[in-house]
Nanobody, 120 residues
């Protein structure tokens, strides 16, 4: 079993920055993909950014140039640096991970979510 622990959310003003962290723990052979999603009130959960094992990254158009995803594979941790935050970035942010077992099996895990509120 794998657990994802997110941290770093909070209340900030427009234009400010936040850094989210998500640490994976448990029985891990390797982590294929680590990603951040967000869900605003009344809306569907959507991809914000993802990072693969080989260093490829992908971002939602709405955050390109403002958010940066990075991984520390030695710590099984993924970060999301969020700059120039806007009120429309307000949402609960979830960490998602695809973990590969020793036999090649892959499993998806989600964190509990950390709220981000951008308001003046």
């Amino acid at each position: 079993q794998v657990q994802l622990a997110e941290s770093g959310g909070g209340l900030v003003q427009p234009g400010e920055s936040l850094r989210l962290s998500c640490a994976a723990s448990g029985t891990i052979f390797s982590i294929r993909t680590m990603a951040w999603y967000r869900q605003a009130p009344g809306k569907q959960r959507q991809l914000v950014a993802e990072a693969t094992t080989d260093g490829r990254t992908n971002y939602a158009d709405s955050v390109k140039g403002r958010f940066t995803i990075s991984r520390d594979n030695a710590k099984n941790t993924v970060y999301l640096q969020m700059n120039s935050l806007k009120p429309e970035d307000t949402a609960v942010y979830y960490c998602r991970s695809i973990v590969q077992g020793r036999l090649g099996d892959r499993h998806e895990y989600w964190g509990q979510g950390t709220p981000v509120t951008v308001s003046s």
